[in-house]
């Protein structure tokens, strides 16, 4: 099978998203075929991509001829559909509700987890999270752009403080931008300022957050909800350190390091369409994934630890059942969520000393919000964010439920072994 001897390839095919997620195949000369065919070079579940869906092979020069096998729901690239392309590593392409990437091969990157473990306010005892820190411990003796991914909750705005105090620019200002709380008519306005008179209501002057952040760190949090003409506007301003208020003849200066932080992939909407790719590129230059707390539950313990300090109590050992409600928990809001808990425990602990003394409640669903459509969405991403979230709650509780035995799990579920424990990995159940 192509990509799986010992040819010359350098290059592979990787699922960055989707249900086979991290699967990958070598990509060689001879065509690398794609689809839910069982003898498909690299084999997909995902039911909207077709049995023989597309292939893939490289030409002299390193570049990629991508052929679509006149497929049901198509390739896409840079959100248009194609029949044939020749394309250049870093491609990434979307068949069904799957993302692939065209990639070197990977080499491990050669930063050893920290030694610390504690980086700002950032506190870890497992190796992912030491290893982030091990990563923020560089970037922040440097002036690079970073990106940081990771789920809602994770602390990506925290990592991103950590890495401003720990660089030279500390004593400079850090401004955080939520650009998915800002209505579109309003963003370029925040990010870059407005003069007297650029629209109805502009009765003053006004310095963006670029221009406030001069000197410092910007922070734009949820990048992925800016549109594109907007995204236009931000790469000049990362490129040139140059901003133009609206309403303004002239540009103005700024020094800033850019942090930003997305809690869907960028990666995904720049196959989509939705995201520039040179802003990406020029975004993600450090790029920092962020692990759930349910993949690292040993930091559950300095955490808490942490965050009783903070609220000026003393945890003592953080041990028996109070822990086990804690390490039992799937946390789908993560650190935050976690935060949550200990704040209700203290505030109905009245007279509490230790962690032992608390009244830790974790209520299964907590930090979660009723199933709810997304109408801001189009129907498809709509209906598939409702199944993506109604398939993590099911797969959480049947599990719970069966005491973590996957057997008794499929059985109640009626789901094959194989099958549901392929979804438990999909969600980082297991």
């Known amino acids: 099978m192509p990509g799986t001897g010992s040819g010359r390839s350098r290059c592979q095919i990787v699922v960055v998203e989707g249900p086979d997620m991290g699967r990958a195949v070598n990509i060689a000369e001879e065509p690398v075929t794609v689809g839910t065919f069982e003898d498909s070079d690299l084999v997909l579940t995902d039911d909207r991509v077709s049995r023989m869906h597309m292939t893939v092979h490289e030409e002299p020069g390193g570049r990629f001829v991508v052929r679509d096998l006149e497929s049901l729901n198509g390739t896409l690239y840079e959100g248009s559909f194609i029949s044939e392309a020749t394309l250049p590593p870093g491609a990434t392409l979307k068949v069904g509700r799957s993302f692939l990437r065209l990639q070197p091969r990977p080499q491990r990157m050669e930063v050893s987890p920290s030694q610390s473990r504690r ?170 994934q962020l692990p759930p707390l349910r993949a690292r539950r040993e930091d559950i313990v300095p955490i808490v630890k942490e965050l009783m300090r903070r609220r000026g109590l003393e945890a003592g050992r953080v041990v028996g059942a109070n822990l086990n409600r804690l390490m039992a928990h799937t946390w789908p809001g993560n650190v935050r969520e976690l935060r949550n808990v200990i704040d209700r425990a203290i505030a109905l602990s009245p007279g509490a000393r230790s962690f032992q003394d608390l009244r830790i409640a974790v209520d299964p669903m907590s930090g979660e919000e009723e199933l709810s459509v997304r109408t801001d969405l189009s129907y498809a991403e709509a209906k598939q964010k409702l199944l993506e979230t109604f398939e993590y709650r099911y797969l959480r509780d049947i599990l719970t439920r069966c005491e973590g035995n996957i057997s008794a799990a499929s059985r109640v579920s009626e789901l094959d072994r194989k099958y549901l424990r392929s979804l438990l990995r999909k969600h980082d159940l297991v």
């Open 119 to 288: 980086f700002g306010d950032l506190v870890a005892e497992s190796l992912a999270m030491r290893e982030v820190i091990g990563v923020t411990e560089l970037a922040a003796t440097s002036e690079v752009t970073v990106l940081i991914e990771g789920e809602t909750g994770t602390g990506k705005e925290l990592t991103a403080r950590a890495i401003h105090e720990g660089s030279e620019r500390r004593k400079g200002p850090f401004v955080v931008i939520d650009c998915g709380a800002l209505p579109a008519t309003l963003l370029e306005s925040e990010l870059f300022g407005h003069v007297r008179g650029a629209f109805t209501g502009a009765s003053t002057d006004r310095l963006g957050a670029f221009a406030r952040a001069s000197g410092g760190t910007i922070f734009l949090d949820e990048l992925g909800s800016v549109p594109l003409e907007a995204q236009a506007r931000m790469l000049r301003a990362l490129e040139e350190r140059r901003v133009r208020p609206v309403g303004a003849d002239q540009e103005r200066e700024v020094d800033v390091r850019v942090i930003a932080a997305s809690s869907t992939s960028l990666e995904a909407r720049v196959a989509e369409g939705t995201f520039r790719p040179d802003l990406y590129y020029r975004l993600s230059v450090v790029r920092i």
